[in-house]
C-alpha cells in the first residue's frame, strides 16, 4: 500500500519517499508513500518529476493498482533502483489550478442545492476548466446568470474549506452528505474523507482543494448542454 500524502496536506510541494518497486515494463515505480495525486472522482492525476542520487525522471501518469501507487515516467527516463530515497516534486502551476477547479465545483453543487434542492450526478476536471451534470428537466429560467452570480459571491466571502475523517456509519448518518451519494463508496471502506466548505457544502471527497474559497479566481459557466431527460450538463471556466 502507498500512502497518501495528498490526503493529509494538499499542500505539500515536495516529499522524499523510498522506493518499494520497479515496474520496468511499463517505466513505473511505486513508492511507499506519495504526493502526487491518483487519477480518480473525476480530477486528474499529478505530474513532476522524482530525483535521486545519479538520476531524475519526469512523472507524466499516475495510477493505482491494487493499493499500489505506479509512477509513470516518461519514456527513455531512467528508472531509480529499489530502495532508493527519492524526492518528488509535483508541477505546483497544475496542481494548484485543479485545486481551484475542484473547490470551485464543490462551490458550485452547494450553491445548486441551497438554491434548487438539485442533486449533482456526475463531473469531470481540467485545469481551470469542468463540467458538472444536474438532475434538472428543464433548468429554471435565468439559471445560468443566477448560478454565476452565488458562485462568485461565495468566492468572495472568502469560506474557510476543512478536511476531516469521519467513521463510515457516522458520515452515512449526517443529512448533509446523503446528496453526495456516500453509500456508493465500496464497504470495505470504513473511514470517509469529508471536504466542508464551512457554511456551504459538506461532501465525501479524496480530492485536492485550496485553503479558502477566495483563492479560487473568477467563475463563469460557458455553457449549458441537454444530456436527456431530467439530466443537464453545466460547464465552467475560472479566470
Known amino acids: 500500500m502507498t500512502r497518501l500524502i495528498y490526503l493529509e496536506d494538499a499542500q505539500l510541494q515536495t516529499l522524499n519517499a523510498t522506493v518499494a518497486s520497479v515496474l520496468a515494463d511499463a517505466n513505473a515505480v ?21 530525483t535521486w542520487n545519479g538520476g531524475s525522471a519526469t512523472v507524466v501518469d499516475v495510477r493505482k493498482r491494487d493499493g ?20 518528488c516534486h509535483v508541477d505546483w502551476g497544475r496542481r494548484h489550478e485543479l485545486m481551484r477547479t475542484h473547490t470551485a465545483m464543490h462551490i458550485l453543487c452547494g450553491v445548486i442545492w441551497n438554491e434548487y434542492g438539485t442533486a449533482v450526478t456526475g463531473g469531470n476536471m481540467e485545469p ?16 445560468a446568470e443566477r448560478v454565476t452570480q452565488l458562485v462568485n459571491e461565495e468566492i468572495a466571502a472568502d469560506r474557510p474549506i476543512e ?11 449526517d443529512a448533509d452528505l446523503i446528496r453526495t451519494k456516500v453509500n456508493l ?9 469529508i471536504v466542508d466548505i464551512v457554511g456551504l ?11 479558502s474559497t477566495g483563492e479560487v479566481g473568477r467563475f463563469s459557466i460557458t455553457k ?16
Open 30 to 50: 511505486v513508492l511507499d508513500e506519495t504526493i502526487f495525486y491518483v487519477t480518480g472522482g473525476g480530477q486528474p492525476h499529478d505530474t513532476g518529476s522524482l
Open 68 to 87: 499500489a501507487v505506479h509512477h509513470v515516467l516518461a519514456d527513455g527516463d531512467p528508472l531509480p533502483p529499489v530502495g532508493a530515497s527519492v524526492t
Open 128 to 143: 481551470l476548466k469542468g463540467r458538472m451534470d444536474f438532475e434538472f428537466d428543464p433548468l429554471p429560467d435565468g439559471f
Open 163 to 173: 478536511i476531516s475523517v469521519l467513521p463510515r456509519d457516522t458520515a452515512l448518518e
Open 185 to 193: 463508496i465500496p464497504e470495505f471502506v470504513k473511514e470517509i474523507r
Open 201 to 211: 457544502d459538506k461532501q465525501a471527497d479524496g480530492g485536492t482543494h485550496v485553503m
Open 224 to 239: 449549458t448542454e441537454s444530456k436527456g431527460k431530467g439530466n443537464k450538463r453545466i460547464r465552467i471556466e475560472l479566470s
